[in-house]
């Protein structure tokens, strides 16, 4: 993400801000639970939270399968892997406060 944000996002920006403003950046916003699934190489994007420091949070989708998604995650409270596994149905990503996918 730091190459994405660096080059990119620009700065002024919050990870909470990517979804929304997905379309300066030419990329396009996906809604968790809308009519198109997420793909390996997608931003998952994570709205404010009090666990996230109301700064919102983007992790890579690096693997989509039926019923799951694989990220890469880091600098959450210490939960910092590649392989992070979030439970999916359809188009729509069980976690908590996922506002959807950017690519």
Sequence with gaps: MLIYYKKVMGAGYNARDFYAN??????TSYANGGGMAPRPGDILCFGAASANGNFGHVEPII????????????????DTHIGKRYARSGNRISAANVQGWIR
């Design 63 to 78: 693997e989509v399968g039926a019923d799951y998604v694989l990220v890469a995650r880091q600098n959450v409270w210490g």
């Design 22 to 27: 997905a379309w300066r950046w030419g990329m």
